[in-house]
């Protein structure tokens, strides 16, 4: 397989790199200095891209590699790849489902823990040497609080899970009621809002869910609710989000992920009731070598003609 | 029957004399509502003339915080029965002393253990993943500039050792099973009834754990219970999480530790010498600092309202207190 080009489309893991540079002839798109120079000249020996949820394969990618077969997506969404584009031509796709779930929930629990009890707000007091000139104030509780999901796929039910183990009451709103389930269901994401204290976004981003949370929303959510957001940064209407925690209309945001990462906008650098992270959701050694590991099956179950790991188109 | 004569006079029982004994760092919020229910004396109010005599036969007192009790507070009040506390732990209080004079002694009980079970839980997601650290680093306009954040560690999988599976313990205990961490525990004895691996001390639990989380109370035998032998034992990945008491943990030790890089990182709650918090700590990524709050949420306080009003009526009428602790 040493001559089949592989596209990797951003830096994502070192260790996924060395991998492929083993097996295929890698080439790094974000070193290349004049992309379309460089795709006339390889474009015939490039046969899979490797993207993730910053850089994947858009249509004008995909047309400019007429050997293109596989796009192995290093992440579980794929809303940086046109998946219609890739059926239309018979192009396969895969992400890395379920290796990435378990730290993804427990990094929305962690934001919710961090936004309620103030937890990095208070590692700047205690940094800052104020404790001397006196206590820290009072947090809020997080055991008990209702919690909403917005999607109830993997990472739903694993925010679930944790979340139930606090205590929390579960309600979720997907677009149809799921079966098999006690959580309570509610037809609309304003519905939910208006009744849980803590909203989280566990959806995938689609033409539909995109701007899910807006100011109505937020308006439902309340001065007291808290935003959570693990999904992706277009979930939300970030304007809005900005305005509504800098006027006190909404009690609070622990957010990965943003609209136009790695920018956040930096009215929130002062908030003491947000929580920014850089996009970290999979962000663990164990997770990202399971990831890589399920990249580089499925490039070579592709191409030695077995049967796809973890398939989406 | 000279005692209970002595509890028939009208001094003791239409008066229902109650200590307010607090640090003056505590505040005296609770004390208007007291006063409509109970003759309250403040030791800090020097002003009331009836202070000293009815010291000498008040049989109540409600211990604020962390407040110290010791054989010389205990001399002022010759006829102390019943001390209601209001911290979840007891090394404030001489309890040999206190066991010698006949008098019962209480805590908080349970009010604080669901926040302070979060809280835990909190600190150890923090650490792991890295939370507080990435904050900063996105809040000092790094990602743009330097892209990716260093990776953290999984939270699922981790073998926890929890020390002094009491009512936090075993509500940490709880809480981290459904993130698919193993625990195990040390205790003075074995809990019947619990389905995690017993160690009979902590040096083999932190052989056995990849992190350590210390929620027990602070008593001569747990003094440093935490020192080289332990953290070496815990070892380079290994992480201490304290939600009980500074002085669970030898300080200094800890410190060198982290800043060697010989553990994998700290969440800590409390210190040896609060407010004061080591200042090479501040430096360091692999360190989570909160200024002792776990307990501090408006629900822990209405809690601990509820119980230690409870316990003052019930000692009143005679009825069995709540949250007691039990003498060995």
Partial sequence: MESIGVLMACPMSSYLEQ????????????????????????????????????????????????????????????????????KDKGIRVTNTPDVLTEDVADLAIGLMLAVLRRICECDRYVRKGLWKSGDFKLTSKFSGKSVGIIG??????????????????????????????????????????????????????TPETRHIVNREVMEALGSKGILINIGRGPHVDEKELVSALLEGRLGGAGLDVFENEPEVPEQLFGLENVVLLPHVGSGTEETRKAMADLVLGNLEAHFLNKPLLTPVV | MASSDQH?????????????HRSPKYGNTCLPKLKTLYRVLDPLDESDPSLLPLSRSVRIMLCIGSTPVTSDTLDKYPNLECIVGTSAGFDHFDLAECRRRGIRVTTAGDSFSDNVADFAVGLLIDVLRRVSAADRFVRAGS???????????????????????????????????????????????????????????????????????????????????????????????????????????????????????????????????????????????????????AVSTPESFEALEELFTYNIQAFFSNKPLQAQIEYD
Avoid at chain 1, 19 to 39: G, I, S, T
Avoid at chain 2, 11 to 17: A, N, V
Wanted: hydrophobic letters at 40%; glycine letters at 8%.
């Fill in chain 2, 8 to 20: 028939q006079s009208p001094e003791t029982t239409d008066l229902r004399l109650l200590i307010f």
């Fill in chain 1, 19 to 86: 991998e492929l540079d083993k097996r295929f002839k890698l080439f790094r798109f974000w070193n290349v200095p004049q992309k379309n120079e460089f795709l006339n000249q390889h474009a015939n020996s490039i046969r899979a891209v490797v993207g993730n949820a910053f850089a994947g394969a858009d249509a004008e990618l995909i047309d400019s590699l007429p050997k293109l077969e596989i796009v192995s997506s290093f992440s579980v969404g794929l809303d940086k790849i046109d998946l219609n584009k890739c």
């Fill in chain 2, 143 to 293: 990602w743009p500039i330097k892209g990716k954040f260093p990776l953290g560690s999984k939270v699922g999988g981790k073998r926890v050792g929890i020390v002094g599976l009491g009512s936090i313990g075993s509500r940490i205990s709880k809480r981290l099973e459904a993130f698919g961490c193993s625990i195990a525990y040390t205790s003075k004895r074995m809990k019947p009834n619990v389905p995690f691996r017993f160690h009979s001390n902590i040096h083999d639990l932190a052989i056995n754990s990849d992190v350590l989380i210390l929620c027990c109370s602070l008593t001569k035998e747990t003094h440093h219970i935490v020192g080289k032998e332990v953290l070496t034992a815990l070892g380079q990945e290994g992480v201490v999480i304290n939600v009980g008491r500074g002085a669970l943990v030898d300080e200094k030790e800890l410190v060198q530790f982290l800043k060697r890089g010989e553990i994998g990182g700290a969440g800590l709650d409390v210190y040896e010498n609060e407010p004061y918090v080591p200042k090479e700590l501040f430096v360091l990524d692999n360190a989570v600092l909160s200024p002792h709050i």
């Fill in chain 1, 152 to 205: 109830l796929g993997r990472i739903g039910l694993a925010i679930a899970k944790r979340a139930e183990a606090f205590g929390c009451p579960i309600s979720y709103y997907t677009r149809s009621e799921k079966p098999n389930t006690n959580y309570k269901y509610y037809p609309s994401v304003v519905e939910l809002a208006s009744n849980c204290q803590i909203l989280v976004v566990a959806c995938a981003l």
